[in-house]
């Protein structure tokens, strides 16, 4: 690791985590961090680029740089997004981190506003939603209005808002959760930072995983309602050709959604430097040697759509199998809620082998159960069948009344 | 590979993910509650289950009268106000919910509450 630049502001009250992996053309909010109607102290801008790239668009906005921290992790190592955002959280003198896209627009209020909103409540998680613009003409990144960024070419402008806003439900899907995430430095750190377990490699993955963590500890999800980044249209922006680790099917990570329905706040693999941190002590940033062999290019299939493969855990018939030092541990996904977490012991099974454990899984259930194990697997596929039918009749039914009608 | 094929592509392996993760929820549910049965949880109060689909809640209406799992209410719940609704009505009330995983990550920020609270079990 080397420090390219560190700052000398003393307490700043946010700071702003952007990370690159030699991908980044434009770090333009540099730019529009230059016109905040706050004083410069009151917020730090801290770079992380997980490789040795001295970035030459950064270079550009070198002046409104404060700390500026290269991983040099190795060229045949696939980068993971949250060993940044933990270098960030590590280096960050201020109080509210905010991880957020380096080449979105922001407003002059944008700083304010964050800090406003934890001085109304600090016990939250604050996001900012994206208009986005798909207008090729826009690229290279040529500064236009904020006017032009929410006109032609913005599929979710809805009356000067986000369409993800309005939505009421599903805002997992709707809303942007990876455009800004705001949360107080000391709350990250309780969470032990970002999670930098396998299955976040690559595009999967985002500050959400944090959010929903911090969701469980406690913290109040929020999202602003008059303040937004404004990003225009890039090659590679929907993470064409990268690797995909395990996913919903759009894109959101299922070990997140899993860390946010079973209530889990600490990370599968806690960053050494954040546990130090943690524990009150004064480390150094550290990086796991491991990596350099468990990330590598080589291992992975890259352009993979994965639902499950490389898992922290796998989801078997009702039960999570976990693998353990001496082989596999399995309980039913109930133990993992308040109601039945005392029965965690007595509903555990181990075994040496995966198959081992299956079979004794299926034994720990009732025969009539049992028995009907293989026709309620077959139902459930059964039933996505019929959905998938009942969606097509309709599409089709449609098709033919639009045509009827014209 | 034509924009066209290649968007085609990508919804048909959306749809896969998207299908066995439901299957797998469905079958997630139905082995948790035939558990929760076993373990004579709700003898204290009625069991409500709470689904996305018509379909889902067929299906555990039927397991209950067979008697894999317990026998309760199947809630099938369409949108946000109907959700608000249920979950007030039932904290007010002794026993247990039970919602599947994906109807809860659909409204969390409306139902973290609940679940601390020790009332409703996510599966």
């Not at chain 1, 030459?56 to 921290?69: G, M, S």
């Not at chain 1, 090729?136 to 032009?148: A, L």
């Not at chain 1, 890039?234 to 959101?252: F, I, S, T």
Request: proline share 3%; net charge positive.
């Amino acid at each position: 690791m080397k420090i390219i630049k560190r700052t000398a502001r003393v307490r700043p009250k946010v700071s702003l985590i952007l990370v690159d992996w030699s991908v980044r053309e434009s770090f333009h909010l540099l730019h529009y961090l230059s016109r905040q109607d706050v004083a410069r102290d009151a917020f730090e801008v801290v770079v992380v680029e997980f490789y040795s790239r001295v970035s030459e668009a950064v270079r550009k906005f070198e002046d409104q740089v404060d700390t500026w921290v290269t991983l040099e992790m190795p060229d045949s190592c696939y980068y993971h997004k949250h060993l940044m955002y933990n270098a960030g959280i590590f280096f960050a003198k201020g109080e509210i981190c905010v991880i957020c896209d380096s080449d979105a627009m922001v407003k002059e209020g944008f700083i304010r506003a964050i800090v406003t909103e934890f001085e109304t409540d600090p016990q939250i998680v604050l996001h900012m939603d994206q208009f986005r613009n798909t207008r090729r003409d826009f690229y290279p990144f040529c500064y236009p209005s904020f006017e032009d960024v929410i006109g032609k070419g913005c599929g979710n402008n809805v009356g000067g808002k986000t369409r993800g806003l309005y939505s009421s439900e599903d805002s997992i899907h709707n809303l942007n959760y990876g455009a800004c995430m705001c949360a107080r430095r000391e709350d990250l750190i309780a969470i032990g930072g970002a999670d930098e377990h396998l299955d976040y490699l690559g595009h999967i993955c985002g500050p959400y995983e944090m959010t929903f963590r911090l969701v469980n500890l406690g913290r109040r999800e929020t999202w602003h309602q008059t303040e937004f980044l404004y990003h225009t249209w890039h090659p590679g922006q929907a993470g064409e050709n990268n690797y995909l680790g395990p996913h919903d099917g759009r894109h959101l990570s299922t070990t997140a959604l899993d860390a946010l329905s079973s209530g889990r706040t600490m990370p599968l693999i806690e960053n050494e430097s954040i546990r130090s941190l943690r524990m009150a002590a004064e480390p150094t940033f550290h990086i796991s040697p491991a990596y350099a062999s468990t990330w590598r290019n080589d291992t992975l299939r890259l352009n993979q759509l994965r639902a499950d493969s490389c898992s922290a855990s796998e989801t078997w018939r009702g039960f999570l199998i976990e693998r353990t030092a001496d082989g596999y541990l399995g309980y039913p996904l109930i133990v993992r809620q308040p109601a039945f977490s005392a029965l965690r012991e007595k509903l555990e099974v181990r075994a040496a082998t995966i198959g081992e454990l299956r079979k004794k899984l299926v034994d720990s259930l009732r025969n009539r159960t049992r028995i009907a194990l293989p026709g309620l697997i077959l139902a459930s596929y059964l039933l996505q069948a019929v959905g998938l039918a009942l969606f097509l009749a309709r599409t089709r039914l449609r098709r033919v009344i639009v045509s009827a009608l014209s | 590979m034509s924009r066209t094929l290649k968007k085609a592509q990508e919804k048909w392996i959306q749809f896969r993910i998207e299908s066995a993760l439901r299957a797998g929820e469905t079958q997630n549910l139905v082995v948790n509650l035939a558990l929760i049965g076993r373990m004579n949880s709700t003898e204290a109060g009625r069991l409500v289950v709470f689904v996305e689909t018509f379909r889902d809640a067929l299906l555990i209406r039927i397991l209950s009268f067979i008697s894999v799992i317990p026998r309760g209410d199947v809630i099938v719940v369409r949108d946000r106000s109907e959700i608000l609704k249920i979950v007030r009505e039932q904290t007010g009330r002794h026993g247990l919910s039970v919602i599947a995983s994906r109807l809860f990550l659909k409204y969390y920020q409306h139902l973290i509450e609940a679940r601390k609270s020790g009332s409703l079990v996510i599966v």
